[in-house]
Every structure is written in C-alpha cells, then in structure tokens.
C-alpha cells in the first residue's frame, strides 16, 4: 500500500522560505510523476507544479514560477518542495501527489499525502 507523509509545514513571514518534505513507502517512486498541490480555505485544490520521474522535467503553476522548486531524491524515495519568497497568497494545505500520468490535473494522481499547513503572515 502506497503511503505518503509531508513534513515542514508551518509559520513563515512574507519574504521567507519554507521547505516541504513528502517521504514516500510502499512502492519506490522513482518511476512514477511527483507533484505538490494546495488547498487555501474555501477554495479549490489548486495545482503548484510537478517533476517528472526522471527528473528531466519540471513544471510550475504561473502563481508560483520562479519563486518554488520541486526537487526529488529517488534514492530516498522523497520529493521537496522549496518555497521561497512566499506569500500571504500561499497560505494553505499542502499535498504530495504521486502518479503515472504527467499532468496538472489532480485526477491523474491515484496517491496523496494528508497535507501539511503554510501560513504566511504579512
């Protein structure tokens, strides 16, 4: 059974950097397409961005281009998230996803993470 678990979660101020960590068990992940998603309160599951399983190619959402980068450890079977110049506008839950098909589309993602809390204050 496919189990993901984020970590790193927490209170960041604007400007600041935060990392996210999503260890994956139960399968390696080093065939599959990996991708971080956020939930802010009353709003929809919004896509942050995606690597691909080998690592050649990554992908962000507009909102945070630039400023977040995916980065994975096959060898650990885990995949980051590394959030700088945040936002009070990242503030949400954030979720690892993993699946076989490489899209921006959360239905293409079988697995997911319960999610880790970002706050940014301003």
């Known amino acids: 059974q496919v189990r993901l678990v984020e970590s790193g979660g927490g209170m960041v101020q604007a400007g600041g950097s935060l990392s996210l960590s999503c260890a994956a068990s139960?399968?390696?992940?080093?065939?599959?397409?990996l991708a971080w998603f956020r939930q802010a309160p009353g709003k929809e599951r919004e896509f942050v961005g995606y690597i691909r399983w080998d690592i050649v190619r990554t992908y962000y959402a507009d909102s945070v281009k630039g400023r977040f980068t995916i980065s994975r450890d096959n060898a650990k079977n885990t995949w980051y998230l590394q959030m700088n110049t945040v936002k009070p506008e990242d503030t949400a839950v954030y979720y690892c996803?993993?699946?076989?098909?490489?899209?921006?589309?959360?239905?293409?993602?079988?697995?997911w993470g319960q999610g880790t809390q970002v706050t940014v204050s301003s």
């Open positions: 996803a993993e699946g076989e098909v490489f899209t921006s589309n959360a239905n293409g993602y079988p697995y």
């Open positions: 139960g399968r390696t992940v080093s065939s599959y397409n």
